[in-house]
Structure formats: C-alpha cells, structure tokens
C-alpha cells in the first residue's frame, strides 16, 4: 500500500503561481511512476502529467504545457506539480497518483490515489 496526500492549494488569481506537493508513506516511492489529475465540477477526472520512478521522463496534457512542471524528490519521498501563469479553466480539485508503469495516462491505469486539494483560480 501507498499512502498519499496532497497539499499546496488554494486560491489564487489568474496569471499566479501554486505549488502542489504530493507526500507519499508505505512502500518505497522511487518504485512507483507517479501522476497529477484533476477533477472539475460536473466533468470527468483528466490526467494533468506524469513522471517516470526516477523523474528523469515527464509527460503532459495539452492544456498544460509550457505552463506546468512536474518533479519528484525520491529521497524525500514527495511528488510536486509546479503552476504557473494559472487560467480560470485550471480551477479543479488536483489528485496524486502512483501507479506501476510509466508514462500512462488512463486514470484506470492508477493504484492508489489521494484525497484531492482545491484549486480555485478567479478571473
């Protein structure tokens, strides 16, 4: 088992920077790809990036490239989404997510999951 939680939202203007960190317990994290999702009111949960057991490959949805960085600390056992230049449109709740194969972007592909931190950005 994985334990996950995410912290690291909250309301911010658009044009503004959030930081999102994803702490993880239980099993060793370098052994899990790791991914970012997120979830708006009355839409379907979508993958927002992944990032490879080492961090070393990364991948992003469309609507958040060039906008958003990915990045691990494996010793520290913590995933981050870096977010900026934030649009109205990225207002969601933003899950963690580890799963046992890399680069995948289907949320069924995911194992364990956190419980989700807002993000709210006014226009």
């Known amino acids: 088992q994985v334990q996950l939680v995410e912290s690291g939202g909250g309301l911010v203007q658009a044009g503004g920077s959030l930081r999102l960190s994803c702490a993880a317990s239980?099993?060793?994290?370098?052994?899990?790809?790791m991914g970012w999702f997120r979830q708006a009111p009355g839409k379907e949960r979508e993958f927002v990036a992944t990032i490879s057991w080492s961090g070393g490959v990364t991948s992003y949805a469309d609507s958040v490239k060039g906008r958003f960085t990915i990045s691990r600390d494996n010793a520290k056992n913590t995933m981050y989404l870096q977010m900026n230049s934030l649009k109205p449109e990225d207002t969601a709740v933003y899950y963690c997510?580890?799963?046992?194969?890399?680069?995948?972007?289907?949320?069924?592909?995911?194992?364990?999951w956190g419980q989700g931190t807002q993000v709210t950005v006014s226009s």
């Open positions: 239980g099993r060793t994290f370098s052994n899990y790809a």
């Open positions: 997510a580890a799963t046992n194969y890399e680069l995948r972007k289907r949320k069924s592909d995911y194992n364990y």
